[in-house]
């Protein structure tokens, strides 16, 4: 079993920014990959940035330049600046094994004002 804890969330002013983090828990060995999702009232959820065990990094198109993740298979911070309304939404921590499971953190909201 894999626990995962975030932090981070928040309000800011649109220009501003805010790091989250990710910490993950239990079976780290049989951790692959470790990354942030996001959610958006009417949207689906869409990937915002990965790292995996070999130390590859994937980034959203609407992301790159602004947000950085950095950290290990075990603890990541998003980096996020330049924030901008759109950036709204309920950010997900997310874990694949290599036992082929899944897991999700429970959300934490980011909402970024005109």
């Known amino acids: 079993q894999v626990q995962l804890a975030e932090s981070g969330g928040g309000l800011v002013q649109a220009g501003g920014s805010l790091t989250l983090s990710c910490a993950a828990s239990?079976?780290?060995?049989?951790?692959?990959?470790i990354g942030w999702y996001r959610q958006a009232p009417g949207n689906e959820r869409e990937l915002v940035a990965s790292l995996n065990r070999g130390g590859s990094i994937t980034y959203a198109d609407s992301v790159k330049g602004r947000f950085t993740i950095s950290g290990n298979i075990a603890h990541i911070d998003l980096q996020m600046s330049s924030l901008k309304p759109e950036d709204t939404a309920v950010y997900y921590c997310?874990?694949?094994?290599?036992?082929?499971?899944?897991?999700w953190g429970q959300g934490t909201q980011v909402t970024v004002a005109s």
């Open positions: 997310y874990v694949f094994v290599h036992a082929r499971e899944d897991y």
């Open positions: 239990g079976r780290l060995f049989s951790i692959y990959l």
